[in-house]
């Protein structure tokens, strides 16, 4: 089964919101598909759960307020706020999502590999078969 795009109803629900903003949140969901295939493309079955965690965040905060005071007015905002953003946590969901992200080895050896020396083994030290008592060689 392949990515389905979150529908706005779907962001609706997430969100516990009884009534949605359509064009809004269709323009949200699509702006963070794009976002999230900025880290893995195609996107992969699952992926429409950090859609809608990227999308949802840019819906309920579009300026990503973090500190807000109603008495004389005080509001904090991080730097470069506003927009869409994807986490660290987004990030390695989706690459774990799309089978990545893990722990690798690569082996460059080939299959055809032979385990058997191909140069003559008595060459490799530039002495002969037989050395001479004393030497310190075998």
């Known amino acids: 089964m392949a990515f389905i795009p979150p529908t706005v109803e779907q ?8 009534e949605i903003d359509g064009d809004r949140a269709d323009l949200l969901i699509s702006t963070a598909i794009s976002l999230c295939q900025t880290v ?8 429409e759960a950090v859609v809608l965690s990227v ?8 300026q990503q307020v973090s ?9 904090q905002r991080p730097s470069g706020s506003g ?3 994807l986490t660290k946590s ?9 089978g990545r992200g893990g722990a690798f080895t690569v082996d460059p050896t080939p299959a055809t590999a032979d385990p058997t020396p191909t140069w003559p083994v008595e060459s ?8 001479e008592p004393g030497w310190g060689y075998l």
């Open 11 to 18: 962001l609706g629900l997430f969100l516990g919101l009884d």
């Open 40 to 47: 893995v493309k195609p996107l992969p079955e699952g992926a």
């Open 55 to 62: 999308a949802g965040r840019a819906y309920v905060n579009p």
């Open 67 to 75: 500190y807000e005071t109603i008495g004389p007015m005080s509001v």
């Open 83 to 85: 927009g869409l953003y």
């Open 90 to 98: 987004d990030k390695s969901a989706l690459k774990s999502l799309a």
């Open 124 to 131: 490799v030290l530039g002495f002969p078969e037989e050395y």
